[in-house]
Structure formats: C-alpha cells, structure tokens
T-cell receptor, first 113, second 115 residues
Framework: GESVGLHLPTLSVQEGDNSIINCAYSNSASDYFIWYKQESGKGPQFIIDIRSNMDKRQGQRVTVLLNKTVKHLSLQIAATQPGDSAVYFC????????????FGKGNQVVVIP | ETGVTQSPTHLIKTRGQQVTLRCSSQ?????VSWYQQALGQGPQFIFQ?????ENGRGNFPPRFSGLQFPNYSSELNVNALELDDSALYLC???WGVGAKNSPLHFGNGTRLTVT
C-alpha cells in the first residue's frame, strides 16, 4: 500500500546541535519525496525535496538523504535554531496515483535554548 | 507574490449541516489541492482541481465536493457534516498537476469543528 511513517514522535535537541529526522516509506513506486515543516497554527511549509534518481540533496542548513534500498528518508538540520521547533512531515509523491502527496504522521522537534 | 489564502480561519458547525470553505491560490498557480488534517496526524489528500475539473480524488465520500473557478480559486463543500469531519482543512496550490514540477504551497487552513 501507500504509506509514509516517521520513527520518532518527538525529538528534543539543544540549540546549535544538529537534528536528524527519519522517515520510512513503503511504496517502492514513489519517485519524489518532500519534507514539510509545520508550525503551530500554520500550514505545512516546503523545506526541501528530492527525486528518486538522487540519494542526497542539500539546501540552506538542511540535507535530505534518500536510501531506496531500505526505503528510508532523512532530514538533517545543521545548527538547529529555536525557530526550527515545529512538526516535520515527510511526504511521498506517487505519480501513478494522480500526483497526490501521501504524508506521514509527523515528528515534533523541540529546540532547547 | 501573494500566497495561498483560506477563509474562514475557524468555523463551528452542527452535525448534519453543510459547510463551504474557500481558497485563493498563489499567484501564478493554476492547480488547487485540498487536504484534511486531523489533530496529531499528517494531511490526507481529498482531491485536486485543474482546469476547473476534479483531477484525482482520495478516499473521501461523495459528500465532499469541490469547485475551481476561472481565476483558479477553489471551494470545498462538505454536506451532512459528521463529528469526524472536525479537522484542519488545508488548501495547496501549484503550477500543473505534477508535484515534481511545482511543489505544493499550502495555506494556513480552516479549522472546522463539528458539534
């Protein structure tokens, strides 16, 4: 079936440290993955994406890693800041299913000042 | 550049009633998708509208319906409201129907409470 899940419900990290958020997906046909950040009272905000023909992509302070062999996705945040406190979702795009996004449950990141 | 805007921000309805939620897409975007987000869960795809027609639908009953207008704005209508319809309803816009071509940009949602 189509499912995206996150391993850890809550991640507490000290300000300035690096954060790693993990995500497992089950559909090997998924060919596009996105990380979203959702702050309280707001909609999901696009962070970074990666296509299935890549295994790593870097943005500003963020890196996404894709391991298709074990169907695993991770988001690394460098030098975590208080503004990074939010819920993070990974989502997969299944083109055969009409280009809809399938989201996991989310992973709460709490940055300790 | 104007982002995705949704109205109203909050809404309280009674079971059995009908509701209409509205969304204005980001400037330059022609596709609108609707998602339902229950508390503590990830968003669930309801449907997508492109060129004023439904283009893909998730596992939601027919009492969830929508419209897209020539200016690309959209409405989500829910009939015969049930308690389980209480959720945050998110609208997202993009250019074209493929997420790879244009990542979805979300509004801040409408919080619907059904009592």
């Amino acid at each position: 079936g189509e499912s995206v899940g996150l391993h850890l419900p809550t991640l507490s990290v000290q300000e300035g440290d690096n954060s790693i958020i993990n995500c497992a997906y089950s559909n090997s046909a998924s060919d596009y993955f996105i990380w979203y950040k959702q702050e309280s009272g707001k909609g999901p905000q696009f962070i970074i994406d990666i296509r299935s023909n890549m295994d790593k992509r870097q943005g500003q302070r963020v890196t996404v890693l894709l391991n298709k062999t074990v169907k695993h996705l991770s988001l690394q945040i460098a030098a975590t800041q208080p503004g990074d406190s939010a819920v993070y979702f990974c989502a997969e795009n299944i083109e055969s299913a009409g280009n809809r996004l399938a989201f996991g449950k989310g992973n709460q990141v709490v940055v300790i000042p | 550049e104007t982002g995705v805007t949704q109205s109203p921000t909050h809404l309280i309805k009674t079971r059995g009633q009908q509701v209409t939620l509205r969304c204005s897409s980001q400037s330059g975007h022609n596709t609108v998708s609707w998602y339902q987000q229950a508390l503590g869960q990830g968003p669930q795809f309801i449907f997508q509208y492109y060129r004023e027609e439904e283009n893909g639908r998730g596992n939601f009953p027919p009492r969830f319906s929508g419209l897209q207008f020539p200016n690309y704005s959209s409405e989500l209508n829910v009939n015969a409201l049930e308690l389980d319809d209480s959720a945050l309803y998110l609208c997202a816009s993009s250019w074209g129907v493929g997420a790879k071509n244009s990542p979805l940009h979300f509004g801040n949602g409408t919080r619907l409470t059904v009592t």
